[in-house]
């Protein structure tokens, strides 16, 4: 049986936890991947979203397909990057979250994504969650009812 907390905790909106959008690293549609590589290498981030002028999101971008879109048969090709948009190479097939979604959503999704793109109403990026936060909240309930 879930208990009062349990259950208050599960019910909670994510929008307590989110990371807002100014907070977060991206690339835009039609930049480059040689830029997005840039970033991702400055940032140390193993993924980050891609977004419109709009700031609706189309995709997410990891160093992986980077490297696989230059894997030449004998050697990386470099100076291919600039000439590949972000476009051709993201992920468009992304599981996200609704800035209404609850807790309990996020928990589920966690287990299987590091992050988590919010958008709201209008599809428009509002932040991410992170498995971090979301474990951070976890820890905090266990001590709390302990
Ligand atoms: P963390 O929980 O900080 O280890 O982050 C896990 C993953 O979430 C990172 O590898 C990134 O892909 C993404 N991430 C976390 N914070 C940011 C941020 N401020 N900007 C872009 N991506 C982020």
Known sequence: MISTNTKALLERPISDF???SE??????IGNSAE???LVLTKTGYS???VL????RLHGLLGMKMI?????GLERIEYDKLPSIKVDDVMDTDVVHLKNTDTFQRALDL???????C?????GTFVGILTRRVILKQLKKYIYQVD
């Open 118 to 122: 919010v958008v709201d109403e209008d």
């Open 67 to 71: 490297t696989e879109s230059i894997l």
């Open 52 to 55: 419109d002028v709009k700031y």
């Open 110 to 116: 966690v287990i299987n994504h590091a992050f988590l």
């Open 35 to 37: 830029h997005a590589l």
């Open 23 to 28: 907070k977060v690293a991206h690339v835009q």
């Open 47 to 49: 993924s980050i979203p």
């Open 18 to 20: 989110i990371i807002s």
